[in-house]
Nanobody, 122 residues
Framework: QVQLVESGGGLVKAGGSLSLSCVASGDIFVRYVMGWFRQAPGKDREFVAAVSRSNTKKYYADSETGRFAISRDNANKVVYLQMNSLKPEDTAVYYC???????????????WGQGTQVTVSS
């Protein structure tokens, strides 16, 4: 079973940028579709982005299109989320997750990291 550990969260001003990383271990990384989700207090966990096994196919939620970029480095077993033009609405705990299929559905992801906090001030 793959294990996932996120990092890179922090406090940033609106309009700024952050880059999140998720390091995988314990399994064959390339077999998984990788996704990012986020959860704000009192809200459901929501889909942010997903990337295919080969890094050739990417899917974003509408609110992130044009601002966020997901990518993966299979050699180093890392998935990234580059976040630009951040807004206070982006404040949440961000989670990476692994799936055996390309989907935006939370239930399609079987392995989850512990999350990293992103706070965007206004």
């Amino acid at each position: 079973q793959v294990q996932l550990v996120e990092s890179g969260g922090g406090l940033v001003k609106a309009g700024g940028s952050l880059s999140l990383s998720c390091v995988a271990s314990g399994d064959i990384f390339v077999r998984y579709v990788m996704g990012w989700f986020r959860q704000a207090p009192g809200k459901d966990r929501e889909f942010v982005a997903a990337v295919s096994r080969s890094n050739t196919k990417k899917y974003y939620a509408d609110s992130e299109t044009g601002r966020f970029a997901i990518s993966r480095d299979n050699a180093n077993k890392v998935v990234y989320l580059q976040m630009n033009s951040l807004k206070p609405e982006d404040t949440a705990v961000y989670y990476c997750a692994a799936s055996e299929g390309f989907t935006s559905d939370r239930d399609g992801y079987s392995i989850w990291g512990q999350g990293t906090q992103v706070t965007v001030s206004s």
